[in-house]
């Protein structure tokens, strides 16, 4: 079940991975660019910005230490963030992407204090926003926070209840 998966924080030795996930022909489909497939410079170039700037949190899915997936949070301002996450098309079903969720809220909480965390969902991706749904996230208006034919989801993630119902 979920519960299995663990994260850790992206490291340099990961660029080779999460550039194949990119342009993996599962993971674009539901992406907000799936027609784009990413240079190897554009990637190379992306990544380590991404390491290096606070206003970016990345972390690889791991199940039984093997990489999975990965959830990303980009920091809008004090208050608010971006998550983006994805498991592999063969680990998903399980709860893995709903547990790598929570799980991220709960690391963006803790690096950066309580926080509104938004997340930008293809229309027609049911099975993502299921997955958000699951993790606590609520649907709500439409922002130019995302881009056009995407559902947004909003969570106030805090120390004591990120990614928790109720």
């Not at 996450?85 to 709960?106: E, M, N, P």
């Not at 950066?112 to 208006?141: D, P």
Request: charged share 30%.
């Amino acid at each position: 079940m979920g519960s299995e998966i663990q994260l850790r924080a992206a490291t340099l030795d990961d660029i080779r991975t999460v550039f194949a996930w990119r342009n993996d022909p599962y993971i674009r489909a539901r992406s907000s660019h799936p027609d784009y497939v990413v240079t190897w410079d554009e990637h190379r170039r992306w990544f380590n910005e991404t390491l290096q700037d606070d206003k970016r949190l990345i972390f690889i899915v791991t199940l039984q230490e093997q990489p999975i997936g990965q959830v990303r949070f980009d920091r809008i301002d004090a208050a608010r963030s971006i998550i983006s996450v994805y498991v592999l098309s063969q680990f998903t079903g399980a709860g893995y992407g709903v547990d790598a969720i929570r799980r991220g809220c709960k690391a963006a909480v803790e690096a950066w204090g309580e926080q509104t965390i938004i997340a930008c969902v293809r229309a027609e991706n049911r099975a993502g926003s299921s997955g958000f749904r699951k993790a606590g996230f609520v649907q709500s208006e439409p922002s130019e926070l995302c881009p056009k034919e995407h559902d947004e989801f909003h969570l106030v993630a805090r120390r004591s209840s990120c990614g928790e119902k109720g």
